[in-house]
């Protein structure tokens, strides 16, 4: 009986002090964010059936998805739905640009809750726009995630496409909040026209992301820098290397499975993946510690 309430005495003596370090404890949570660039489609049709891409990200394991040329199944949201559902998980939130009329939609997978969701018109290009989503990140803070898909044909458009995005980006997103952008923007070099339009809201300088290799290109061949993931200064400044097994890329990961030493930590990556036939992009992978 006597080591019964001295135990429930030193109980009430440490409950006060539980309760005092746990708000402690929670000023220094931190939330790890992956986010990936995706024009990942696959086979004859720019479609995801194929499986390469997916089998891609659930390597890689993302909590933001920016995903291109988003064609699942027959079209349909059912089919939607069970995709990223097998893919990254039932709780898991999508949002891809209406379809009608477009063939190459873009779209927005997170792990995070989607606050509010639309697109912005592409005027250069009639089979997609941009779509965005604003997610609720722990903390109560707010991050614009951008997927967009730039003109493959004129460097012309794809400036004209840039100005517009930075402006939607100046007159519609609060400047408290937190901005991403990324996806296929079928650049020919770095210093195109478009990505200096761009520049005047993201961050576009060099350093930029390597595969294992060093290679910084993201086209099928390895030759042009086809896609690219930006953020706002906010987010740029808690940006962390990308650690994948041993390796570690201090400026963001080209992920190319022929060039991976050990596939090991990205089952159920295969080795030929990121050259099936019809896969054209290879997905940029960036790591943020939000605190």
């Given at each position: ?67 291109q040329e988003f064609n699942i199944g027959d079209g349909s949201e059912t089919a939607l739905r ?150 706002d200064k906010d987010l740029q400044a808690l940006m962390v290397p990308v650690k994948v097994g ?46």
């Amino acid at each position: 009986m006597h080591s019964l309430r001295g135990s429930a005495f030193l109980a009430t003596l440490l409950i006060p002090l539980v309760c005092a370090l746990a708000p402690v404890a929670a000023l220094h949570a931190e939330t790890h964010v992956r986010i990936v660039t995706a024009n990942l489609t696959s086979g004859n049709h720019q479609d995801y059936s194929p499986g390469h891409g997916a089998r891609i990200l659930q390597g890689l394991k993302p909590d933001i998805v920016l995903i291109q040329e988003f064609n699942i199944g027959d079209g349909s949201e059912t089919a939607l739905r069970q995709w990223v559902n097998q893919t990254f998980g039932q709780d898991f939130h999508v949002w891809r640009e209406e379809q009608t009329g477009k063939g190459l939609p873009n779209g927005i997978i997170s792990r995070f809750p989607i606050i509010s969701k639309g697109e912005w018109k592409d005027s250069e290009i009639s089979n997609r726009d941009f779509a965005w989503a604003q997610l609720g990140l722990p903390g109560n803070r707010k991050l614009w995630a951008i997927s967009v898909h730039l003109s493959h044909e004129d460097k012309k458009k794809r400036a004209a496409e840039a100005a517009s995005l930075a402006k939607h980006i100046q007159d519609e997103i609060p400047a408290e909040d937190l901005v991403v952008l990324g996806g296929d923007f079928n650049t020919k070099g770095r210093r195109e026209t478009c990505i200096q339009n761009l520049s005047k809201v993201l961050e576009t300088a060099a350093p930029y992301p390597v595969d294992d290799s060093g290679n910084e290109t993201s086209n099928e061949v390895r030759k042009q820098p086809y896609d690219w993931l930006l953020a706002d200064k906010d987010l740029q400044a808690l940006m962390v290397p990308v650690k994948v097994g041993e390796q570690k890329f201090a400026h963001g990961w080209v992920f190319d499975s022929h060039v991976v030493p050990d596939l090991t930590p990205l089952a159920p990556v295969q080795a030929d993946d990121s050259h099936a036939k019809g896969m054209q992009h290879l997905p940029i992978i960036k790591d943020f510690v939000l605190p």
